[in-house]
C-alpha cells in the first residue's frame, strides 16, 4: 500500500474545501429559487499570443428575484498550445430588461475552479480564476431564449487569461412542478411516501487527462437516498478500467444538490464527494504507484423516467487528485426506485 496516497495534502485539502464551498453556496441559496433553466453555449476563446480554439459549456440558472440569478455552470475552454483547461463556475447574475420585454441585459461573476493539463510541466494544474460575464438575451413567446455572451477569466500562475464569445439556446424549465413542490406521497416515492431509494447501472468511457493514452471503458454501480426532495447522498462503486496510464477501481461517497421537474420525470443534480480505493499509475512526472488513494470528487447527473419504476441516467465524474492523474468519466445506464430488498 502506498502510504502517502492516503494522506490528505495541502493541494487535496484546498480541493475538498472548494467542493464543499461549492456545494453549500448552491444549497443556500437553492430554497428560495423561482425557476430553472438550462443553457446550452459554443463560441471562441482567446488568449494572448496563440490561435483561437473552441469553447462549450452547459449552464444551469435559478431565478433568485426579478433581477438576481446565480448559476452553475460546466466551459471546456478549449485546446491551446501546451494548455488544456476545462472547470466548473459558480456565477451570481443581475439582469435587467432593455428596450423592449423580451429582451434583457446580464451581467455575472464569480469563481472559476479549472483543471489545466500543461504539457510543458506535465502536470494537471489547478487553480481558481476570475470569471466575468456579460450576456444579451431574446426570450422567445415559448420557453425558449437566445443569447449572445462575453466571458472574461483572468487567472493566475501556469494558467491563461482568455476571452470567450459564445452563442447560447436556453431552455426554461416546467418550475410549477419543480422537486420543490413535489408531494411526498406522489406514486414516484416509495409506497407510503417516505424517500426512495433508487439503483443504478452504468457504463461508458474514462480518460485519465495526460499526453499519453489514458481512455478505458469504465462502469459503476450506484445506491442513491433522498434526504428531502432536493438533497440526496449516493455511494458509487467505481471501475475507471485498464488504459496504458491507469487502473483505479474505488467507493464515492457524495451529497448531492437536484432539481426534479414535470412531475418528476426529469431529474438534474450536481454533487460533491470523496473518492477512495485502489489505483495502478503510470503518469508523468511522478512515481510509479500501486496503492490505496483518496481525492476529491465533483459529478454531475441527469435522469429521465421511462416508466413508473425505471429511469435513464447519465453521469459525469471528475476526480479531482494531487498526482496528475485527473479523469473524466461519462458513464450513461438505467436506474430503478423499485424495492430490492422488500416488498
Known amino acids: 500500500m502506498n502510504a502517502r496516497n492516503l494522506v490528505l495534502s495541502p493541494h487535496r485539502q484546498r480541493s ?14 437553492a430554497a428560495t429559487a423561482h425557476s430553472q433553466e438550462v443553457t446550452v453555449l459554443a463560441g471562441k476563446t482567446l488568449t494572448t499570443g496563440q490561435p483561437s480554439t473552441y469553447a462549450f459549456g452547459v449552464e444551469y440558472l435559478e431565478q433568485l428575484t426579478d433581477h438576481w440569478d446565480y448559476s452553475f455552470r460546466y466551459d471546456n475552454d478549449g485546446h491551446f498550445n501546451n494548455h488544456h483547461r476545462d472547470g466548473l463556475a459558480l456565477d451570481g447574475w443581475w439582469r435587467q430588461n432593455v428596450l423592449t420585454p423580451n ?8 469563481p472559476y475552479f479549472y483543471a489545466d ?16 460575464d456579460a450576456a444579451l438575451i431574446y426570450q ?18 501556469h494558467s491563461l487569461t482568455t476571452r470567450q464569445l459564445e452563442l447560447g439556446f436556453t431552455y426554461k424549465l416546467n418550475e410549477t412542478q419543480s422537486s420543490l413542490d413535489r408531494d411526498w406521497r406522489s406514486p414516484f416515492n416509495g409506497p407510503t411516501g417516505e424517500p426512495r431509494d433508487s439503483w443504478s447501472v452504468l457504463g461508458g468511457r474514462t480518460v485519465v ?41 474505488g467507493l464515492a461517497p457524495e451529497l448531492w444538490l437536484k432539481r426534479e421537474f414535470y412531475n418528476g420525470r426529469l431529474s ?26 483518496v481525492s476529491g470528487i ?5 435522469s429521465y423516467r421511462l416508466f413508473d419504476h425505471l429511469s435513464a441516467q447519465a453521469i459525469w465524474h471528475r476526480p479531482v487528485t494531487g498526482n496528475n492523474s485527473d479523469s473524466d468519466m461519462w458513464f450513461f445506464g438505467l436506474k430503478t426506485d423499485k424495492p430490492l430488498f422488500w416488498q
Not at 493539463?117 to 466575468?132: K, M, P
Not at 443534480?269 to 512526472?285: F, I, K, M, Q, S
Open 268 to 293: 438534474m443534480g450536481v454533487g460533491t464527494g470523496v473518492y477512495a480505493g485502489h489505483e495502478r499509475l503510470d503518469v508523468p512526472n511522478e512515481s510509479p504507484v500501486n496503492g490505496a488513494f
Open 16 to 29: 475538498l474545501m472548494m467542493q464543499l464551498f461549492m456545494l453549500m453556496a448552491l444549497l443556500v441559496v
Open 117 to 132: 493539463t500543461v504539457e510543458s510541466i506535465d502536470h494537471d494544474v489547478h487553480g481558481v480564476a476570475a470569471d466575468l
Open 103 to 110: 429582451l434583457f441585459f446580464q451581467v455575472g461573476a464569480g
Open 298 to 302: 465533483v459529478s454531475a447527473t441527469v
Open 140 to 157: 422567445t413567446p415559448w420557453n425558449l431564449a437566445v443569447q449572445l455572451r462575453f466571458d472574461d477569466k483572468e487567472a493566475f500562475g
Open 209 to 249: 487527462n495526460i499526453r499519453t493514452n489514458g481512455r478505458a471503458i469504465g462502469e459503476e454501480f450506484e445506491w442513491r437516498h433522498e434526504l428531502s426532495s432536493w438533497v440526496d447522498v449516493t455511494v458509487g462503486a467505481i471501475n475507471e478500467g485498464k488504459s496504458d496510464a491507469a487502473q483505479r477501481i
